[in-house]
């Protein structure tokens, strides 16, 4: 395998609206970033992907882009832009921006000009049809409703797999996409390490439009349907590689969803359209087309399972970007541990096991303190478009008020986008305003200020996994070995080893609130790291306290 500067690095989320405010509007901005820096350095991490801080309505918190060329006044000013970048580069760390680029803002000047023209060049930037037609097909919108709604003041309407404020761009018009292009390279001409690439397997749709077989009684058909007929994608995605990224050696990862099962070499191979993808086959796991009121709640078996299913699709083939949360996820500890056994053993207990997974480890921002899914007692409380989508989803299946609030309450992207818990002052230290979504009240027992000193706090335990896979006498084992599952029939028992030619390293997860016992095939030559004080190891049988999590040189 060819060697790339992005192999052996941590990769950390910001989300800028809710990591720092550095004015007291409420807001989280670039200089909030630029503050917080050197803790970010000293966490370990090398790279910082920003999500979306143009210029934007903020209708779907940023990603519906207004101009591509410009830095929302919200989060600052472009010399703060630049400032971030210079400051990040002296720190030897990367940063990524999101590329958003399945549709814009209907606040765009494309789309102001489609409007205004819907004949003329920009009307053929977008889907547009004629009404008087009807819909020209049944499916639906990610967020709810039909993806076609009048273009206004005209007699067309226009496609929006998403938001209604998020029309989708017109990639079969060469036009479209040499702008695309034009505005990638002129980010990375100002330095950038890369992008995180948006919702991109939505660029290329089945043409002509056509109705699917409905799967709720709204008649409307869900968008992975339409993802299964759609054939393509591969060459617009080579040729924005070949215009852009390959110029620049620049660092790319995917948000692929619904990849048809052969396309994984087309992605991530050594020739493929990016870098990396993120792995969600933990984040997908219980999905059900009826919304999310009826989600299957997963358990540590189907956890451990998940992630080497996709390990085994990967192997051989490229890197996979692991995740436990981000921007559209509840917290990950709420989601894959059970309720009420938050402790901090099991909180390090599944970050280690995703951490050391083959693959690009991601950290979002305040995972490494352990935050939780915050506490949403009404519905006016929501700020996410997808949640106030899905109680209503809710409340049609026939759910009560409280029901559908506690069915939605657990997977609300509102969960991950409350601010970053800095101490237990004010607003969490977060901002000397009045926070833009309401600080999580669990802010006074995890916080960076009380775990920075604290040798046992998820915060630093953190610090010893990131020093642990940068140790120059194992990085390569971590970075570059196989992952071989060990006792992989052993109940709420995940395990693998990392293996290569100078290293043996075995990760060993208790996945449960009760101790149990571990056959070892040989006996260990050292402990690595453990989230416990003790190790109990009887010649090669290893009793295993609650949640324990250990690695080990074999």
């Not at 969960?415 to 009240?441: E, I, M, S, Y």
């Amino acid at each position: 395998m060819e060697r790339k500067w992005w192999h052996d690095k941590v990769f950390y989320q910001i989300y800028p609206k809710s990591f720092y405010d550095s004015n007291g509007d409420g807001i989280g901005d670039l200089r909030g970033i630029i503050r917080k820096l050197d803790y970010l350095k000293g966490l370990g991490v090398d790279v910082l992907w920003l999500s979306p801080i143009y210029q934007s309505p903020l209708a779907d918190q940023g990603y519906d882009i207004s101009d591509y060329y410009a830095i929302d006044p919200r989060f600052g000013t472009m010399e703060d832009m630049d400032e971030l970048i210079a400051e990040a580069k002296k720190r030897g760390m990367y940063l990524l921006m999101d590329l958003v680029v399945n549709h814009c803002s209907d606040e765009h000047p494309w789309f102001e000009a489609a409007k205004k023209d819907p004949d003329g060049p920009y009307g053929k930037f977008f889907y547009l049809a004629d009404q008087k037609d009807g819909r020209p097909c049944n499916w639906r919108s990610c967020f709810g409703g039909s993806v076609w709604d009048p273009l206004p003041g005209t007699d067309k309407q226009y496609l929006h797999i998403f938001h209604k404020k998020q029309p989708d761009l017109n990639w079969e018009n060469p036009q479209v996409r040499q702008e695309i292009y034009k505005n990638i390279n002129w980010w990375l001409d100002k330095g950038l390490g890369g992008f995180r690439i948006d919702a991109i397997i939505n660029i290329k749709k089945p043409l002509p439009f056509r109705d699917y077989e409905p799967d709720r009684s709204d008649g409307l058909c869900s968008i992975a349907e339409m993802l299964k007929h759609a054939e393509g994608i591969g060459v617009f995605l080579e040729e924005m590689k070949r215009e852009t990224f390959a110029k620049y050696d620049a660092f790319t990862v995917g948000e692929v969803f619904n990849m048809k099962e052969d396309e994984m070499r087309d992605f991530i191979g050594p020739d493929g359209h990016f870098s990396s993808m993120f792995d969600f086959n933990e984040t997908i796991f219980g999905e059900s087309p009826n919304g999310w009121y009826d989600m299957q709640k997963i358990t540590a078996e189907d956890y451990k399972n998940c992630c080497f299913e996709a390990q085994e699709r990967a192997e051989g083939i490229g890197f996979l970007s692991n995740i436990i949360e981000n921007h559209d996820e509840p917290r990950g500890v709420s989601r894959y541990l059970p309720e009420g056994e938050h402790s901090v053993q099991a909180k390090k207990m599944l970050g280690g096991l995703n951490f050391f997974l083959k693959g690009l480890p991601f950290i979002y921002q305040g995972q490494e303190i352990g935050m939780e899914n915050t506490v949403v007692s009404s519905m006016d409380e929501v700020d996410d478009i997808s949640t106030l989508d899905q109680y209503q989803v809710a409340l049609d299946a026939g759910l009560s008020p409280e029901e559908a609030l506690r069915a939605v309450s657990a997977y609300s992207r509102d969960n991950a986008r409350t601010p970053v818990q800095w101490d237990d002052g004010p607003q969490a230290g977060f901002t000397a305003g009045t926070p833009w979504l309401k600080v999580n009240p669990n802010y006074r027992e995890i916080n960076v200020a009380a775990q920075e000193p604290d040798e046992d706090s998820v915060l630093n335990f953190y610090k010893k996994m990131i020093a642990l896979r940068k140790h120059p006498d194992y990085k390569d084992t971590f970075v570059y070995g196989s992952l071989i599952p060990f006792r992989r029939e052993q109940k709420n028992l995940m395990a693998y080893y990392r293996k290569d030619a100078q290293n043996t390293l075995l990760v060993i997860g208790n996945y449960q609130n009760a101790p149990q016992d571990l056959i070892l095939d040989r006996e260990p030559r050292s402990v690595l790291l453990n989230n416990c004080k003790t190790l109990s190891l009887s010649k090669e049988t290893l009793h295993l306290e609650p949640y324990q999590f250990l690695v080990l040189a074999m």
